[in-house]
């Protein structure tokens, strides 16, 4: 019995730990002056966390947009509403299907190569002999992964939007005969800058803030073996799409929920 | 660092991708406008019922947009609804007086809007003026009581 709710509380410890550290290390290597090195760095990252995941997510940004194009024509067409499809995509896609699958594609894509990067360069001790010549690893390793990952996410989920619209119309429009003008008339009379677009790109932010920074933690803070980079990848993936999952419930209710 | 011309180019294709999107989708799906907002030309107009007529809905004439609906309020003088519309400033002083206003809606389950059409008094409204002549919402219940109770008086 005792054991049992001594083991709860070793736990509880562990996490509150864990949290503690994530958040210093996110505090001492996201904030601070950027320099020409450091960009330098950044720019690399961009590349391979940025510019490397468009093709995925493009990809499934059309496949989706064309779903929802065929999904949304045969369920409007019952009430003789095919005329609202633009509609339905646009808002569909902005509010919700761009920011949060791009954010799962991205932390499949990207979160974990970061954390298995990190984490093998911590398993060969690249960072302890970073820490010996008197670099900050933090500085020179996190930093740039994170900002790469800040930044490349909103720019990943625009283009999700974009041709997710656009394959909705290659779908509704070219194929099943919604007329062109009704598309993006019912979408520009319904779809507003800042109530959808905006709002869309916040949840992405705060989506790649938290993915970015669950997989450079894990990283960082994995245990070094073989074994600990197999698991810390694992939960990267799974902790980084259920915070995603659970974040953007909370973010609709603040924002399309009506509480205010 | 060999391949860093070909990496920062990619890097800013990405980036030029990612904000001609962001336009894309300010002006071509929320058809947000860059030309700055014309010099307003309000009017108002009450409404005994105005239905689900929403703010930001469309004020059409001969079924082109001329304007969007900016408020939609309560008049706690009369209980009726009281719409202010904005209008293209090039119609200023160019609605005859006598202009009528109605609640339309567009297809059978569409969104609603507001319709002008336009009189021949020679008089002419001008910013802030109120529109007189309107007609109310098409209220599908209202209308199936009224068919309901003329079937019961037959």
Known sequence: ?260 | MKRSKTMELGVGLFMLAGILGLLFLALRVSGLSLEPPADDFRLEANFANIGGLKSRARVTMAGVTVGRVESVELDPEWYDARVVLTLDDELEASLPEDTTAAILTSGLLGEQYVGLSVGGAPEMLADGDRIRDTQSALVLEELIQQFVSNMAKE
């Open chain 1, 1 to 260: 019995m005792m054991a049992t709710i001594q083991r709860l509380g070793r736990r509880g410890c562990d996490v509150t730990e864990g949290l503690g550290r994530a958040t210093l290390m996110l505090a001492q290597s996201a904030i601070g002056v950027p320099s020409v090195e450091g960009l330098r760095l950044w720019l690399r990252q961009m590349h391979f966390v940025g510019v490397m995941s468009l093709a995925i997510v493009l990809v499934s940004g059309l496949f989706i947009g064309m779903v929802l194009g065929l999904q949304g024509y045969t369920l409007l067409v019952d009430f003789g509403a095919e005329e609202a499809l633009g509609q339905m995509v646009a808002l569909s896609l902005l509010r919700e299907l761009a920011p949060v699958v791009a954010a799962l594609l991205f932390a499949g894509r990207a979160g974990s190569a970061l954390t298995a990067e990190i984490g093998l360069m911590k398993a060969t001790e690249q960072l302890t002999s970073m820490e010996m010549i008197g670099v900050d690893p933090l500085r020179r390793i996190v930093a740039p992964r994170l900002w790469a990952g800040f930044v490349a996410l909103p720019l990943l989920t625009i283009g999700f939007g974009v041709i997710g619209i656009w394959g909705g119309e290659l779908v509704g429009v070219k194929w099943l005969g919604v007329f062109e003008g009704s598309y993006w008339g019912n979408m520009q009379a319904s779809v507003g800058f800042a109530d959808d677009v905006l709002n869309g790109l916040i949840k992405s932010l705060v989506f790649a803030v938290v993915v970015t920074w669950i997989a450079v933690y894990q990283g960082y803070a994995l245990l070094p073996t073989s074994e600990g980079i197999a698991r810390a990848t694992t939960r990267t993936v799974v902790h980084a799409s259920l915070a995603v999952l659970g974040l953007d419930f909370v973010l609709t209710a603040l924002m399309f929920g009506g509480l205010s």
